[in-house]
Structures are given as C-alpha cells and as structure tokens.
T-cell receptor
Framework: GAVVSQHPSRVICKSGTSVKIECRSL??????MFWYRQFPKQSLMLMAT?????????EQGVEKDKFLINHASLTLSTLTVTSAHPEDSSFYIC?????????FGPGTRLTVL | AQSVTQLDSQVPVFEEAPVELRCNYS??????LFWYVQYPNQGLQLLLK??????LVKGINGFEAEFNKSQTSFHLRKPSVHISDTAEYFC????????????FGTGTKLQVIP
C-alpha cells in the first residue's frame, strides 16, 4: 500500500517558538493532503485540507495564522505551528488519498513547555 | 455533512471471546465507510472499508464488518480476540466519490483481558 511519512515523530519546544511538521507521500503523488489533530483519548479532528499549489482550506475554528500550511509539491505538505503555546500540545496526523483510500502518516507528538 | 456515532467508549472482553464494536452513521448522500485501528502513539491503520458491493466486508487481522443501509450501521466484529487486539478503534465516514473529507467517530477502546 501507499506510504505517508511524517517528520519529526516527536518534538518538544519552548513556548513562543515555531515548529514545522512535514508530511510526505513516499510512493505516490498527492494533490490533496489533510491535517488532523488528536487530543489525548479523543478522536481525530480535521484541521485543514492542503491543496498543492493553492491555499489550504481550514475548518471552522482553526486559526489559519496560527497553523500555517504549505503544499509546495505533489509529495510534500508542511504544517507550521507559529508561536506555539502549551495548549497547542497535541498529536498531529496527516493523510493523503489514493484510489478512494486515505493513508495516514504515523503522527507527530508536539509538546510545548 | 456526515456524522458518526460510536456509542461504546470502552469495551472489555476476555481473550478468545467474540467482540462487536458498534458504529452508526448519518448522511444524506451515499457514503464510504471505514474502520481504523490505532495503537498508542501511532498513526491509524486501515482495518477494512466499504465502498460498494457486498455488504459484508472482511479486513485484516480477522476483523469483518457489515454495512446495513436501513439501520445506517457498520458494526465491526471479530469471532475470537487476542491480547494484541487491545487498541483504539475508529469508525469513519466520507461521502462517496473519493477525495472527500473524512469524519471520524469518537473511538472505542477495546481492552482484551487475559
């Protein structure tokens, strides 16, 4: 099956710094990728839809200036958490579609101190 | 828009016993349905999916699910669970046609008791 990777798998940063998370489709091209956020013991909440070559579409309640998404190529989407605060600590997961199936990355655990 | 309800937040079951995890969905259009498994601190792995055709879908690790349109359900079953099946299970729905936003249920924690 198709493989989606994320980097880093884990990041710890100080409050006020920015963190970039990469999502790559390793063996297929993805014009559309999705970014999800998962709080402990909760479900995945869609944050935004990332479209190659155009602006991302954010879900209601998600601050686009806080969570910057760039889909620069057909295999790479990045999520930058700007001026991170402890409440941004979460598990971030990306995904990409291939043939009606959504493939998920392994996730990135962000901890903001 | 679609929605998914997983009524059971936790399901304890003894090893080698059968299990059913319930999932109901709501949608005004035709849908694709999925079950995913998530182990601690990991991403999601697809167990099985229903796109069309036979309503009984078989997946990996001995799991199966049945799509019931009249009851808008997609319950997940396994005849005999193993310790290794202990994980979080998510039911998900999307409008059919591909490349659509996926909506997840709140998850069911399956706890297999030795």
């Amino acid at each position: 099956g198709a493989v989606v990777s994320q980097h880093p798998s884990r990041v710890i940063c100080k409050s006020g710094t920015s963190v970039k998370i990469e999502c790559r489709s390793l063996d297929f091209q993805a014009t559309t990728m999705f970014w999800y956020r998962q709080f402990p013991k909760q479900s995945l909440m869609l944050m935004a839809t990332s479209n190659e070559g155009s602006k991302a579409t954010y879900e209601q309640g998600v601050e686009k200036d806080k969570f910057l998404i760039n889909h620069a190529s057909l295999t790479l989407s990045t999520l930058t958490v700007t001026s991170a605060h402890p409440e941004d600590s979460s598990f971030y997961i990306c995904s990409a579609f291939l043939a009606n199936e959504q493939f998920f990355g392994p996730g990135t655990r962000l901890t903001v101190l | 828009a679609q929605s998914v309800t997983q009524l059971d937040s936790q399901v304890p079951v003894f090893e080698e016993a059968p299990v059913e995890l319930r999932c109901n969905y709501s949608s005004s259009v035709s849908v694709y349905l999925f079950w995913y498994v998530q182990y601690p601190n990991q991403g999601l792995q697809l167990l099985l999916k229903y796109l069309s055709g036979s309503t009984l879908v078989k997946g990996i690790n001995g799991f199966e699910a049945e799509f019931n349109k009249s009851q808008t359900s997609f319950h997940l079953r396994k005849p005999s669970v193993h310790i290794s099946d202990t994980a979080e299970y998510f039911c998900a729905v999307t409008a059919s046609g591909g490349y659509q936003k996926v909506t997840f249920g709140t998850g069911t924690k399956l706890q297999v008791i030795p």
